[in-house]
T-cell receptor, first 114, second 113 residues
Framework: AQTVTQSQPEMSVQEAETVTLSCTYD???????LFWYKQPPSRQMILVIR??????QNATENRFSVNFQKAAKSFSLKISDSQLGDAAMYFC???????????FGQGTTLQVKP | NAGVTQTPKFRILKIGQSMTLQCTQD?????MYWYRQDPGMGLKLIYY???????DKGEVPNGYNVSRSTTEDFPLRLELAAPSQTSVYFC????????????FGNGTRLTVT
């Protein structure tokens, strides 16, 4: 069975600085997709970034980028120029390309200090 | 477009009661999911479906049942509610193509006392 692990329950960053959130996963599949979602206090789930496993190039969306290390099964999220609005809970997620099953990690709460 | 609609928004159940959480989407998505989120925790997959007539267990299926008779609807049934089922429940859907994102409903806050 696949698993997703986020080992940092809480992180904090100074406004305008850079922070990296860690995510590791375990799978025997070769076809899968990885995601980072943001959940602010409103509980709404917001897609931050996504990565296809077959793509070697790391995905980037504005201030958000990932470091996808397929062999190490690692998928970390880097947030550059952190803003107060980035404060939220961040979830790493894995979706099987074979079954469609989509699971989440435990989450990392990010605090942004002014 | 309404997106993913969940009802009810809130519900209080007594131990042993049953209820159905409704989820419907109008985006013609094949994939639908039910998650529960306990306070301060991540989302745990209860059941999912990749198309009408097809359902499969997730990480925490015990105490729940689902059906998928149409593409649009994916109800979650709680039988014999227990305090451990107190949680926020999210329904989500995606079209299943490539890394298509999940579209989430607004959640149902369920309390079992």
């Amino acid at each position: 069975a696949q698993t997703v692990t986020q080992s940092q329950p809480e992180m904090s960053v100074q406004e305008a600085e850079t922070v990296t959130l860690s995510c590791t996963y375990d799978t025997s599949e070769s076809d899968y997709y990885l995601f980072w979602y943001k959940q602010p206090p409103s509980r709404q789930m917001i897609l931050v970034i996504r990565q296809e496993a077959y793509k070697q190039q790391n995905a980037t969306e504005n201030r958000f980028s990932v470091n996808f290390q397929k062999a190490a099964k690692s998928f970390s999220l880097k947030i550059s120029d952190s803003q107060l609005g980035d404060a939220a809970m961040y979830f790493c997620a894995y979706r099987s390309g074979n079954t469609g099953k989509l699971i989440f990690g435990q989450g990392t709460t990010l605090q942004v200090k002014p | 477009n309404a997106g993913v609609t969940q009802t009810p928004k809130f519900r209080i159940l007594k131990i042993g009661q049953s209820m159905t959480l409704q989820c419907t989407q109008d985006m013609n998505h094949n994939y639908m999911y039910w998650y529960r989120q306990d306070p301060g925790m991540g989302l745990k997959l209860i059941y999912y479906s990749v198309g009408a007539g097809i359902t499969d267990k997730g990480e925490v299926p015990n105490g729940y049942n689902v059906s998928r008779s149409t593409t649009e609807d994916f109800p979650l049934r709680l039988e014999l509610a227990a305090p451990s089922q107190t949680s926020v429940y999210f329904c989500a859907s995606s079209n299943g193509q490539s890394p298509s994102p999940l579209h989430f409903g607004n959640g149902t806050r369920l309390t079992v006392t």
